[in-house]
């Protein structure tokens, strides 16, 4: 089962390129969500989401769909991971609006956070927070982390290794929960090619996906690279490669 879309879907360049002129800001979601079956929430890193905002993503969205919501940046940049319970029980409580349509929350750690025992000790201890009926996934952006000791503490906790194509870590396709999840950022140097012939570089991909689908239930992923509407673009791409039905399935 793959849940393939975009990170965000209210972005300026997407008018005209992938959402008509004339449409009310209002209606982007019901329409993104009839080509994609998942998406990730960008809004919910910068600021905590109002009850009432949530139950809107709900009821715009089809039954089937998922939302990846990020959690607060006031959790992993602010606090960085410490003293937290009060702020992600508060997250938690809102964002379980979205019912069966909550998929994984990406915990996204700042660049600076790199793996020392006090970050070890830290990591460890907020995992113990977090409630085992809502997947999480952690997207680590410093090579520290890279080792045996993180991705058993990720397996103890059934919380999913990001798998990332980005400058900041190596493409490591680890599956360390009953789900996989990966982020394309994109890579220097990459951008023109892949805006030129995204099936090309996109490709190798495919023998990736395929090979976390044979480990987890569910793959989720999401493609970034919001320049002109690249991104729709580029997931519709990836969908095409896998064969993808309407319902995740690689056919």
């Given at each position: 089962?793959?849940?393939?879309?975009?990170?965000?879907?209210?972005?300026?360049?997407?008018?005209?390129?992938?959402?008509?002129?004339?449409?009310?800001?209002?209606?982007?979601?019901?329409?993104?969500?009839?080509?994609?079956?998942?998406?990730?929430?960008?809004?919910?890193?910068?600021?905590?989401?109002?009850r009432q905002a949530v139950q809107a993503w709900q009821r715009r969205t089809p039954d089937g769909f998922r939302f990846s919501p990020c959690l607060p940046r006031q959790i992993?940049?602010?606090?960085?991971?410490?003293?937290?319970?009060?702020?992600?029980?508060?997250?938690?409580?809102?964002?379980?609006?979205?019912?069966?349509?909550?998929?994984?929350?990406?915990?996204?750690?700042?660049?600076?956070?790199?793996?020392?025992?006090?970050?070890?000790?830290?990591?460890?201890?907020?995992?113990?927070?977090?409630?085992?009926?809502?997947?999480?996934?952690?997207?680590?952006?410093?090579?520290s982390w890279v080792n045996d000791t993180t991705f058993q503490l990720l397996e103890q906790h059934q919380i999913a290794w990001v798998v990332v194509d980005a400058p900041f870590l190596p493409r490591l396709p680890r599956v360390t929960a009953r789900f996989a999840y990966v982020r394309w950022h994109g890579r220097p140097g990459h951008a023109t090619r892949r805006q030129l012939d995204p099936a090309a570089a996109l490709r190798p991909w495919v023998a990736v996906l395929a090979a976390l689908a044979a480990q987890a239930q569910e793959v989720y992923g999401y493609v970034h690279n919001h320049f002109s509407g690249y991104a729709p673009r580029d997931c519709q791409t990836l969908r095409a490669l896998l064969g993808m039905d309407d319902h995740g399935q690689a056919v």
């Open positions: 089962m793959f849940y393939l879309g975009t990170s965000g879907w209210a972005h300026h360049d997407w008018v005209g390129a992938f959402y008509p002129h004339d449409m009310a800001p209002a209606a982007y979601l019901h329409t993104y969500a009839q080509q994609f079956n998942t998406v990730e929430i960008e809004h919910t890193f910068f600021e905590m989401p109002t992993t940049h602010g606090q960085r991971l410490r003293d937290v319970q009060s702020l992600l029980t508060a997250f938690l409580d809102t964002i379980r609006e979205l019912g069966d349509k909550l998929g994984p929350i990406l915990v996204q750690l700042p660049e600076n956070f790199r793996r020392t025992p006090q970050a070890q000790e830290t990591l460890a201890t907020f995992c113990t927070l977090l409630p085992s009926d809502v997947p999480f996934a952690v997207e680590f952006r410093h090579g």
